[in-house]
């Protein structure tokens, strides 16, 4: 028997939900097939669309990371193998390794009978981005397995909430041609948060959220800041506020950075303003001399 699933691109933080705040991308993914074995154990059998970075060793490979861990909670001494088609580039903050992890968990868990239900599978593929960036975040794999807007209300116990999606958000993602791993990413954030940042934050984080229920898209615009990741993690991507400035003048209503970067993410009303968005990021990084990819 064989299963194949297939899972989003994400955007994480959405500017003011560090690590609480993800949502999926209705377009490009990861596609993993999942068939059962002869023998107990997880075999990574092939993986394509990666040019051959990706590992195999069950311990780092971040689809049989996430089976494992699965199977653990299960008890179960089964036999799986693993097939991964890579449609999400590396590095590039669209939540690449929590759609592997994603498709690997509901397709092996198809296999098996379902034994989980839906949100179950969730600490699993939190295992998965623990080995693939040191840090078990969630606000990549929720709004992957679960689609839409999610919120991450707390981790301890996870409590995952899904939020009101207004016709016609749009959002645009620029993948500038170079990668960031997300440790490298999250190494250059600080550990404490001042008084007068976290009074911004929350209510930004709160703003958003109101924002996408009463479908305000101005308020969701207005919401779209960051004081505790982007100002540092800017430092790491070229054209930074140039970028977001010439987004926001084609009639984005905000902009920010996607999950760790580099890729960056405009939201706009209807789709009338997306390609004027891209050919102004586009411009911008044709002045500074860097590729660019527009989803
Ligand atoms: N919340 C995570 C981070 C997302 O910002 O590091 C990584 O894609």
């Known amino acids: 028997n064989s299963v194949k699933a297939f899972a989003p691109a994400t955007v994480a933080n959405v500017s003011c939900g560090f690590d609480i705040l993800g949502f999926a991308i209705d377009a490009m993914g990861d596609q993993v097939e999942v068939r059962d074995r002869n023998q107990p154990g997880l075999v990574v059998v092939s993986i394509e669309g990666d040019e051959g970075r990706l590992p195999y060793e069950v311990e780092k490979n971040t689809c049989a990371v996430a089976i494992q861990a699965m199977l653990d909670e299960l008890g179960k001494e089964v036999g799986l193998e693993i097939y991964l088609k890579k449609g999400l580039p590396l590095g590039s903050g669209m939540g690449s390794s929590a759609a592997s992890a994603v498709a690997a968990l509901v397709a092996a868990n198809r296999l098996l009978g379902e034994p989980f239900e839906k949100k179950q599978l969730l600490p699993f593929a939190m295992q998965a981005e623990k080995v693939a960036c040191g840090a078990g975040h969630a606000d990549n794999v929720a709004p992957s397995l679960l689609g839409g807007f999610v919120l991450i209300r707390d981790y301890h116990p996870l409590d995952v909430i899904k939020l009101h999606v207004p016709e016609g958000l ?3 993602l620029l993948h500038p041609h170079f990668e960031l791993k997300t440790a490298d990413s999250r190494s250059v954030l600080r550990d404490t948060v001042s008084l007068k940042h976290s009074t911004i934050q929350s209510g930004n ?6 924002g996408l229920f009463q479908e305000d898209f101005d308020l969701i615009g207005r919401s779209l800041r960051d004081v505790i990741a982007e100002p540092y993690r800017a430092t790491l991507i070229p054209g930074f506020y140039e970028v977001k400035e010439a987004v ?5 209503l905000g902009m920010g950075i996607s999950g760790s970067g580099p890729t960056l993410f405009a939201l706009s009303k209807g789709k009338e303003t ?12 044709d002045s500074i001399g860097l590729g660019v990819d527009a989803y």
């Open 170 to 172: 749009f959002c645009t």
């Open 205 to 210: 984080v709160a703003g958003l959220v109101a």
């Open 248 to 252: 926001k003048s084609a009639g984005a």
């Open 274 to 285: 997306v390609q004027t968005i891209i050919d102004a990021a586009q411009q911008v990084y």
